[in-house]
């Protein structure tokens, strides 16, 4: 059985760093606080590690099936018997697997911090936010109860809103953090009401009996939900899609996207944990932990996730093509990529062969963490170097960074599914669950894979090669051990990962999932995969007039994927014009006169009356004692003559 | 002549508005303290005389006298400790002089 303390101290530990650096950090610590939270979390990381040993190798398979164990559960409010918040810890194959992602990652960001962030006046500040990250992020893939996962799922918002605004005294960053935490909290009023529909419809909050509960047809729970409908659809469809807006929302998936680009104000290696690895991918999670219910109960609901998906993937790769800022070439990268799992989620079926896609997700999730974070930290190196994010300052420096040079191309490759690195296998096996489920959709995905493909080494062609020599000629250093360090580990990450057989550990139910390699249906998106990167280095190898043309020649469609299709422009029409003039300005005039006047009506109605009666307040105490003794006589005559 | 209840009622009358009198009229906050005592001392012969000729078989009044007796002589000592302690910011224990406690 699972150690429960061991597993416990993984989510705490990172908790104890938030709130020791967020306390005496800047009085005690100092620069010792990157030291610590680093080897706190280097704990955490060995831990997860050795329960994913025990897991996966040990007690986690019982007749040939993956348990899903709670190992930890206490009640934190009790309503009814069957309904209560608990805060507990569920062990299954996805949860572990997110354990060792999620920790591993962190300590990456950890280590390349400590160099990348060395100068910085708020040190263990920042660290603190970190740990809070981390731990917010490991409660939430651990939930037990889906009010646990949603009171996580706030925190990792929180900590994200904090670390984006980290640079507070930059104007850009402070529009960034709230936009990031309206936009998501947005979405997460549609995950509550979502919640309170499911526990409704299953009496349950808790996850395992919720999900027994709705999905098989005898329970009274399950007849109940599908019979209530509400325009047109059942009670738990509605519910289903409205917990998909709350991940949609976290996933940044259309529409609500619109926070990931603006999020890279954010540190670099914040970019890399939160808006690549580990947060972003927290809607993927979710729609993961309920997918029985989405497969079984409402298949509506999982044909929305997958179109929604296949359709962010290819709008984000489309804006990718023309983003000059490397952090928002990598932020749509991050959006196409999880518009990847989605829709892989999207076109699975629950159980045996045919959940495939949902196997292939997972796997996805666990790699693209891997490269994704690679290259978010090799940018980061690459910014650290240049002081610059604009793709104008680069080109060139690929003998001033020969380690970085190196991993990013590592990550490149493998983002874009060149065999044998890692995103090959788990993108092959996206296709592959797309094609044999929904045609429409391989199609979209393959033409997204090129462009993945492109826009990436277009990004990397012109980060390291383009010119000959970089400006920068004197060599002060790609950075120090720290930062390279996580590099080529994740680089490794990236370039093996895909070899892991991924399908006998993460299944749709638990079973072994024997994942083949089918190599005629490999050529076509590998031929894709490739003829993209020649393309991008045709046109961007050495400086030449080729890009120019092409942009000129797509004029119309290149102008509106630079602009992002206009999506902010839309929101702001939306809040500005419709929002504030139709709905704010007239209560804002409902306030300031008929609440306002009322009030203001009250005081001086109370003031006027009271400046004529002020003045018996004399201060003579002879008059006051007369007063009184009118009064008394008063009293007394009232009392004598009229109320006898 | 026997003096009756209706006598010890006139004088007590008279002692009040005597007091009621010097209440409003004296400048002086002594003198104010010692209508005081007056207006309280017409209460006090109210309640003997009441007792004596109407219920002599009870002590009520006997004992509210001297209650009353004995709140008059703390409020004496409170009234002459603010009197005192007015002089010695106003100089003066005129009544006129302090009016400084009003709107």
Redesign the interface.
């Known amino acids: 059985m699972p150690n429960t303390t061991l597993i416990l101290l993984i989510i705490l530990l990172p908790l104890a760093g938030f709130v020791m650096l967020g306390i005496f950090g800047r009085k005690y610590f100092g620069n010792t606080s990157g030291v610590i939270a680093t080897s706190l979390l280097l704990l955490s990381t060995a831990l997860a590690f050795y329960t994913a040993y025990g897991y996966f190798f040990k007690y986690g398979k019982v007749d040939g099936m993956y348990q899903k164990l709670v190992p930890f559960k206490y009640t934190w409010l009790q309503f009814s018997p069957g309904l209560s918040i608990d805060m507990g810890i569920i062990i299954d194959p996805v949860s572990v697997m997110m354990l060792v992602v999620v920790t591993f990652v962190s300590l990456m960001v950890h280590v390349f911090s400590l160099g990348y962030m060395k100068s910085d006046e708020r040190f263990p500040t920042y660290y603190a936010f970190l740990g809070l990250f981390t731990f917010s992020m490991l409660g939430l893939v651990v939930s037990s109860n889906i009010f646990q996962i949603y009171f996580f799922w706030e925190l990792v918002g929180v900590s994200s809103f904090l670390l984006i605004g980290y640079h507070y005294d930059k104007p850009s960053a402070v529009a960034a953090c709230k936009k990031a935490f309206i936009v998501t909290r947005f979405a997460d009023v549609g995950f509550l009401i979502g919640i309170l529909v499911l526990s409704y419809s299953s009496g349950t909050l808790d996850f395992n009996t919720l999900i027994a509960n709705l999905t098989s047809p005898q329970t009274n729970e399950y007849k109940n939900a599908i019979a209530a409908s509400f325009l047109g659809m059942s009670a738990l469809t509605w519910g289903l899609i409205l917990v998909f807006i709350g991940a949609a929302g976290k996933s940044a998936m259309f529409p609500l996207h619109i926070w990931l680009p603006d999020a890279m104000e954010g540190p670099t290696p914040v970019s890399a944990l939160i808006h690549a690895a580990t947060m972003v991918v927290a809607g993927v999670f979710l729609v993961a932990r309920l997918f029985p219910v989405y497969a079984i109960a409402a298949p509506s609901a999982l044909n929305l996730v997958a179109y929604v998906g296949a359709f962010s993937a290819l709008f984000a790769a489309v804006i990718a093509c023309t983003q000059t800022d490397i952090k928002r070439v990598l932020a749509y990268s991050t959006m196409s990529q999880i518009g990847y799992m989605m829709f892989a989620l999207g076109v699975s079926k629950y159980g045996g062969e045919n959940g495939l896609g949902y196997t292939a997700s997972m796997f996805h999730l666990f790699t693209h963490a891997m490269f994704k974070a690679l290259l978010f930290l090799g940018a980061g190196a690459v910014i650290h170097f240049v002081h610059s994010n604009e793709m104008k300052d680069m080109g060139g420096l690929r003998k001033l960074m020969p380690i970085t040079h190196l991993t990013f191309l590592i990550g490149c490759l493998a983002i874009a599914g060149v065999p044998p690195f890692a995103g090959f296998f788990s993108k092959e096996e996206i296709l592959l669950a797309a094609y044999q489920h929904n045609q429409g959709i391989y199609w979209i995905a393959l033409i997204t894979s090129a462009l993945t493909a492109f826009y990436m080494f277009r990004l990397y062609f012109k980060i390291f090669w383009n010119r000959e020599h970089h400006p920068l000629h004197e060599h002060h250093g790609e950075g120090g051990f720290s930062m390279m360090m996580p590099l080529v580990l994740l680089a490794i990450g990236a370039a093996v990962a895909g070899f892991i057989p991924f399908g006998h550990f993460v299944s749709s139910d638990g079973t072994r999932l024997n994942t083949g390699f089918h190599l005629q249906f490999s050529i076509a998106p590998v031929a894709l995969g490739l003829a993209g990167i020649f393309i991008a280095m045709w046109m961007y190898k050495k400086q030449n007039a080729i890009p120019g043309k092409v942009a000129a020649s797509l004029n119309g469609f290149y102008k509106a994927a630079y602009h992002k299709f206009y999506i902010d422009e839309v929101y702001h029409f939306i809040t500005k014009k419709i929002i504030f003039n139709l709905i704010g300005r007239p209560a804002a005039w409902f306030d300031k006169y008929i609440v306002d006047g009322l009030v203001n009506a009250t005081g001086n109605g109370t003031e006027d009356f009271s400046a004529t009666i002020k003045k018996f307040q004399s201060g003579k105490v002879q008059s006051y004692a007369i007063y009184f003794l009118a009064g008394a006589i008063g009293l007394a005559l009232l009392f004598i003559y009229i109320w006898k | 002549m026997q003096p009756g209840l209706y006598h010890i009622l006139f004088i007590s009358t008279a002692l009040f508005f005597i007091g009621?009198y010097g209440?409003?009229t004296r400048r002086n906050l002594v003198t104010?303290l010692m209508s005081v005592e007056l207006i309280l001392n017409s209460v006090n012969l109210n309640f003997i005389a009441f007792n004596k000729y109407l219920w002599f078989d009870k002590m009520d009044g006997l004992f509210f006298t001297i209650f009353i007796i004995a709140i008059a002589a703390a409020e004496a000592a409170v009234a002459i400790a603010i009197i005192i302690n007015l002089y010695r910011s106003h100089n003066s224990i005129d009544?006129?002089q302090?009016?400084?406690?009003?709107?």
């Open positions: 009621v209440f409003f104010m009544v006129e302090t009016e400084e406690l009003r709107y």
